[in-house]
C-alpha cells in the first residue's frame, strides 16, 4: 500500500512571528529538539511509512536546509530509483521564481508529480512536529472513499498571537469533514489541521491548475475550502504530541515541553526513529562543577557551569561560574565565566561574554541572532 504513495513537502512558509528564527533560513530549517530541524520530523514519518519516493519544494532562504539534507542519506533516500529530489524555484516562461502562494509552488513542481508513478500523494508542510507513520491514515483514505482526507488534532488551548495556518475541521459522527474555517477569530471546532493531506495524485493536479486558472493561489483558502463541498473530505485524528512552530513563544514552548518524560518518549518513539544529518561530534563533557539538571545536553558540549532546565545544541560551551536556567542554546553558543541566562533563546554561534546577565520571561523569551556577540 505504502509503495503506492509518494510525498511531497512544502517548505516555502514564511512566518514572521517566528521573528530572528527565520531571519536567514526556512521554516523547515529551524532547530528544534537538541540536535534535529523541523524538516527532519515530517520526513522521518513518510520514510517510516514506507515511501522513498519524496519531492521538498523550497522557496526561500533554503541553503541551510540543502546543506542539512545533503543527498538524503541519513534518510536512505540516495537512491538510483525515487529518492529525495530537492526542488527549488527557477525561472521560466510561465514561472518568475518567486511563488505568489502554495497553489503556485505545487503548480511549479507538477512535472515531478506527473513523474511519480504511484498513485496517491501526502502533501505536508514543515512546521508541524509530530511523529506517527501514514500507514492508517492511507489506508482509512482508501476505505472511506475520500477524496482529501486532513490529518488533525484535537486542542483545546487557544492563543491567538500563536495562529498561523490555523485550519479548523467541522465534522460528522462518521469523520466526514463538512466545513473548514481558516484562521476564525474565535475558532467553534477544536479539530485542527496538522498540514497532511492525502489524494490521488491526479486530483491534485486538476485542483492545482483549475486554481491557477482562475487566479487563485492559497491551498487552504482556494483549493480546500473552496470544495469541501464539492468534494469528500474526511478527517483523520492523531492523538499524541504535536508541535506546531507558529511563533517564538511557541517554538520555545514546545522545546521546554520535551523535557517532560512523556513527551519525549512520545516524540522520539523508538518504534519511529527520527533520522537528522550525522555529525559524528565527541560525547558532552562535564569538567570541574559542571552540571545539568533536567536539560538535554547534545553531543560536542563542554559544561563547566550550571545548566537547569535547558535544551542543549552541539557543541555549546558553557564556561566555569555561568548559570543557565530556562534556555534553549543553538549549535557552537557560548556563555562566558560568571554569566547568568534566564528564560533565553540563543540562535547559532551566539557568544555572551564574561559576566554578563540576560534574563527574558517564560511568556516572552528573548532571542540572540544567529552570531550575536553580547
Known amino acids: 500500500m505504502t509503495n503506492n504513495a509518494f510525498g511531497l513537502i512544502y517548505t516555502g512558509e514564511a512566518n514572521a512571528q517566528l521573528r530572528e528564527l527565520t531571519f536567514s533560513r526556512s521554516v523547515a530549517a529551524v532547530p528544534f529538539g537538541g540536535r534535529y530541524r523541523a524538516i527532519d520530523f515530517v520526513l522521518s514519518n513518510i520514510v ?4 522513498s519516493n519524496v519531492g521538498l519544494i523550497a522557496q526561500r532562504n533554503y541553503h541551510s536546509l540543502m546543506d542539512h539534507l545533503g543527498s538524503g542519506k541519513e534518510w536512505d533516500l540516495h537512491r538510483k530509483r525515487d529518492g529525495l529530489f530537492i526542488l527549488p524555484p527557477f525561472v521560466t516562461k510561465d514561472n518568475t521564481g518567486v511563488y505568489k502562494g502554495t497553489v503556485d509552488a505545487i503548480r511549479s513542481v507538477l512535472g515531478f508529480v506527473r513523474r511519480s508513478s504511484q498513485k496517491y500523494v501526502i502533501l505536508s508542510g514543515s512546521h508541524t512536529i509530530f511523529n506517527t507513520t501514514f500507514d492508517d491514515m492511507i489506508r482509512q483514505h482508501i476505505e472511506t472513499g475520500a477524496d482529501i482526507t486532513i490529518m488533525y488534532s484535537e486542542e483545546h488551548d487557544f492563543d491567538r498571537s500563536e495562529q498561523y495556518d490555523d485550519l479548523r475541521l467541522t465534522m460528522a459522527e462518521d469523520g466526514r469533514i463538512t466545513d473548514l474555517a ?4 474565535m475558532p467553534d471546532s477544536p479539530y485542527m489541521g496538522c498540514d497532511a493531506y492525502i489524494m490521488e495524485k491526479t486530483l491534485l493536479e486538476y485542483l492545482v491548475e483549475d486554481a491557477a486558472a482562475h487566479g487563485e493561489y492559497d491551498f487552504m483558502r482556494d483549493v480546500l475550502i473552496k470544495n469541501v463541498k464539492k468534494y469528500t473530505f474526511y478527517g483523520w485524528r492523531y492523538r499524541n504530541f504535536v508541535a506546531r512552530l507558529n511563533s517564538v513563544n511557541a ?7 520535551l523535557l517532560r518524560p512523556e513527551v519525549q518518549a512520545d516524540l522520539f518513539n523508538r518504534e519511529h526513529p527520527i533520522y537528522t544529518k550525522v555529525k559524528d561530534e565527541v560525547p558532552a563533557k562535564f569538567a570541574g562543577d559542571g552540571r545539568a539538571v533536567n536539560s538535554m545536553v547534545a553531543d560536542g558540549c563542554i559544561i563547566e557551569g550550571e545548566v537547569e532546565n535547558s535544551i542543549l545544541f552541539r557543541g555549546v560551551h558553557i564556561c566555569k561560574g555561568a548559570k543557565v536556567k530556562d534556555s534553549i542554546l543553538m549549535q ?4 562566558g565565566e560568571g554569566s547568568e541566562l534566564t528564560h533565553m533563546v540563543l540562535d547559532k554561534g551566539v557568544a555572551v561574554l564574561t559576566g554578563r546577565r540576560l534574563s527574558g520571561h517564560s ?7 544567529k552570531g550575536t556577540t553580547v
Do not use: C, E
Open 182 to 185: 481558516f484562521n476564525p477569530y
Open 363 to 369: 511568556n516572552y523569551p528573548v532571542i540572540l541572532r
Open 48 to 51: 517510516n511509512t514506507g515511501i
Open 251 to 257: 517554538f520555545y514552548k514546545y522545546n521546554m515541553a
Open 332 to 335: 557552537a553558543s557560548f556563555v
